[in-house]
T-cell receptor, first 111, second 116 residues
Framework: KNQVEQSPQSLIILEGKNCTLQCNYTVSPFSNLRWYKQDTGRGPVSLTIMTFSENTKSNGRYTATLDADTKQSSLHITASQLSDSASYICVVSASRNQFYFGTGTSLTVIP | NAGVTQTPKFRVLKTGQSMTLLCAQDMNHEYMYWYRQDPGMGLRLIHYSVGEGTTAKGEVPDGYNVSRLKKQNFLLGLESAAPSQTSVYFC???????????????FGEGSRLTVL
């Protein structure tokens, strides 16, 4: 069964600290993996995309990694800011218009 | 460039009433989707469309109908609303490259529906 699991479910960190979010998937065949950020009351917005051949990709303070062998991805946030408070959703694509969603990690950054 | 626009943003219905959610995109995307998002659950696909005039069922289609008469618009209808349909609804659109790779999903801001 195609599934995407994220951990932790929620996380609270102090402003300025780093954190890492995890995504494990069993989706096959694999096309790509994206991390989305969803601010409260808004729609999700793509942060990064990882294809099968990519191990690491950065977008500012966000760095995503992908291990296609173990089917794991992580999203590392460096020097967190209050504006990073959001839900982070891992989405794995199997093929054209087939998307599998994780339930998200709710991140709260406190001053 | 507006991207994906949903209307209305909020709506309260009584059980048994009907309504239509409108989604419009200005990116010339072929694919459009309707999702619902409930607490503790991931986004779940209701219906989707791979092009003008075509629609297909997703994971949770019961109680909903859709239409895609124009490429830029995707309508979601509730014929007889039930309290279980209380949720936040998101429309999304995506492109696809010629190689078949799945493109990025572009989401609207969501429509919060409450059924009493």
């Amino acid at each position: 069964k195609n599934q995407v699991e994220q951990s932790p479910q929620s996380l609270i960190i102090l402003e300025g600290k780093n954190c890492t979010l995890q995504c494990n998937y069993t989706v096959s065949p694999f096309s790509n993996l994206r991390w989305y950020k969803q601010d409260t009351g808004r729609g999700p917005v793509s942060l990064t995309i990882m294809t099968f051949s990519e191990n690491t990709k950065s977008n500012g303070r966000y760095t995503a990694t992908l291990d296609a062998d173990t089917k794991q991805s992580s999203l590392h946030i460096t020097a967190s800011q209050l504006s990073d408070s959001a839900s982070y959703i891992c989405v794995v694509s199997a093929s054209r218009n087939q998307f599998y969603f994780g339930t998200g990690t709710s991140l709260t950054v406190i001053p | 460039n507006a991207g994906v626009t949903q209307t209305p943003k909020f709506r309260v219905l009584k059980t048994g009433q009907s309504m239509t959610l409108l989604c419009a995109q200005d990116m010339n995307h072929e694919y459009m989707y309707w999702y619902r998002q409930d607490p503790g659950m991931g986004l779940r696909l209701i219906h989707y469309s791979v092009g003008e005039g075509t629609t297909a069922k997703g994971e949770v289609p019961d109680g909903y109908n859709v239409s895609r008469l124009k490429k830029q618009n995707f309508l979601l209808g509730l014929e007889s609303a039930a309290p279980s349909q209380t949720s936040v609804y998101f429309c999304a659109s995506s492109y696809s490259s010629g190689s078949g790779d799945t493109g990025e999903l572009f989401f609207g801001e969501g429509s919060r529906l409450t059924v009493l």
